[in-house]
């Protein structure tokens, strides 16, 4: 079982900067991701990584914004979030692929989520 913990979250106003943190006890070799979902919405991929960390990919609507990373030493896995948007604003999970080291960008391809951490943007 893998217990995945979200924290970072928060309000800032429009252009400003956050960093979201996911820590497990164990996920070095999973690939990982970050995904979002406002209200009324579905929950839509943000960005994803390799097991390794050397492999990213991110959704158009982020790209250049946001950047993940890992620590594997730590078992932390990141999102530094600049230049937010009000379109931005929803809660943010964190999820492993267990069965994957390559980066997974499909929600069906994960198998453990964080609880979820709000994320809000004031313009």
């Known amino acids: 079982q893998v217990q995945l913990v979200e924290s970072g979250g928060g309000l800032v106003q429009a252009g400003g900067s956050l960093r979201l943190s996911c820590a497990s006890r164990t996920f070095t070799n999973y690939a990982m991701g970050w995904f979002r979902q406002a209200p009324g919405k579905e929950r839509e991929f943000v960005a994803a990584?390799?097991?390794?960390?050397?492999?990213?990919d991110y959704a158009d609507s982020v790209k250049g914004r946001f950047t993940i990373s890992r620590d594997n030493t730590k078992n932390t896995m990141y999102l530094q979030m600049n230049s937010l948007k009000s379109e931005d604003t929803a809660v943010y999970y964190c999820?492993?692929?267990?069965?994957?080291?390559?980066?997974?960008?499909?929600?069906?391809?994960?198998?453990?989520w964080g609880q979820g951490t709000q994320v809000t943007v004031s313009s």
């Open positions: 999820a492993a692929a267990s069965r994957f080291r390559r980066l997974r960008i499909l929600t069906e391809d994960y198998d453990y």
């Open positions: 990584i390799s097991w390794s960390g050397g492999s990213t």
